[in-house]
Structures are given as C-alpha cells and as structure tokens.
C-alpha cells in the first residue's frame, strides 16, 4: 500500500482480555518497529524485525506482550491479559533497510483502551 | 545510557516569528539524528535527519536543524511559523530512542 496501514484504529478492551493489534508495513520494507505511546509521552520502543525476524524485543514491557511477523510483511502486536497501564496507543513504523538508522515511516496508531 | 532530552514541554509563539526546539542527546558514538511532528491522531511524519557531513541539515516545511556534536544538541528551527506548524515535534536517535516531545501552540 502506500503507506503504513494499522487496524483496529480504536479498541477497547475489558481487563483480562487478549487484543492483537495488525500493522501493514510499506510494500518491501525490511524494518519494522512497535512503539507504545502513553498520552503526553513519546513513542517508547516495543519491539523491531528485520523481516520476519525478531532481532529485539528489549522493550516488550512483560510477557503478556508477544509480537510476530511470520512472513516479513504484515505484523502482529499480541496483548494477553490486558491491564489497565496497557492502555496506550500503539504505533508501527517501517523502514526501507535493515537496522536501526534508517528514515522510519510511522501508520495513524491502535489507540487502546483498557477499563 | 543513551537518551535524548527534550527539555520545553510546551513552546508557543506568534504565528510569522522565528522557533527553536532544543535537542540534547546522549549517545556513545556518532549518532543517526531525527526529527518527526506528530499532528493530533496521526502517526509521526520526519522532517528532516542528519547522518553525517554539512552540520546543517534542511527539511520539509521550512525547517532546518544543526548539529553540534561539541554540546550534544540537535535544535531544530523554522524561521517563521505559520498555525499549521502547531503539533507535537520529538527528536530521535536512531529509532530505538526517542524524546518526550515539544508541544508547539501557534498564537494568532
């Protein structure tokens, strides 16, 4: 497509709940970024792929956060058990090469709610 | 530990006079520099980035940053903003490591 495309844009979700958040990156893109965004805050480092693999994962808060991307396009962000400091928006990003300097190309973000 | 610091939360200014956004990085080797703007419910778009070389670097929309590696700083500027410029603006090193952000208001 032509740019980063992230479904569902809004979604909420009871405590306890799983969610997977999609992320389509641009076509051919090597990189691909998770980020979580807390309201007023920056975008905080998730997780990052060079094509379908998961180079780090540093930043994935627990291990109730799971991310893949089984084919080196689309991408999923998985939240098991959600809780309510889950509740962010997530934004993916994709970049043309691998590593970690290139110009990044963010989507509009899943804006996540938690009650 | 590397970190970028964005110290003005908040910055506003008369629409047509001059900005600057400060950027302090800490980082141990040479750094890949961004900055993006973030308009309210979208996704961060970049404006401009320095790798290497001219130490000044433009961008889209006018802007133009600097880059003084002797004080850790990435300032961006504009010489004169326009309303649309109002947004959220954070610099970055690389793309692991982002700042907190400068909300910029645009006074008519």
């Known amino acids: 497509g032509a740019g980063v495309s992230q479904s569902p844009r809004y979604k909420v979700a009871k405590r306890g709940q799983d969610v997977a958040l999609r992320c389509d990156p641009i076509?051919?893109?090597?990189?691909l970024f998770w980020y979580q965004q807390a309201l007023g805050q920056g975008p905080e480092f998730l997780t990052y792929?060079?094509?379908?693999?998961?180079?780090?994962k540093s930043g994935l808060p627990s291990d109730r956060f799971f991310a893949e991307r089984p084919e080196g396009s689309v991408s999923t962000l998985k939240i098991q058990r959600t809780q309510q400091e889950d509740s962010a928006v997530y934004l993916c990003a994709s970049s043309l090469g691998g590593g970690s300097t290139g110009e990044l190309f963010f989507g509009e973000g899943s804006r996540l709610t938690v009650l | 530990a590397q970190s970028v610091t964005q110290p003005d939360i908040h910055i506003t200014v008369s629409e047509g006079a001059s900005l600057e956004l400060r950027c302090n990085y800490s980082?141990?080797?040479?750094?890949?520099l961004f900055w993006y703007v973030q308009s309210p419910g979208q996704g961060l778009q970049l404006l401009l980035k320095y790798f290497s070389g001219d130490t000044l670097v433009q961008g889209i929309k006018g802007f133009e940053a600097e880059f003084k590696r002797s004080q850790s700083s990435f300032n961006l500027r504009k010489p004169s903003v326009h309303w649309s410029d109002a947004a959220e603006y954070f610099c970055a090193v690389g793309a692991i490591i982002f700042g907190k952000g400068t909300r910029l208001h645009i006074l008519p």
């Open positions: 076509s051919g893109h090597v990189s």
């Open positions: 792929f060079q094509n379908e693999a998961q180079l780090d």
């Open positions: 980082y141990g080797a040479t750094p890949y």
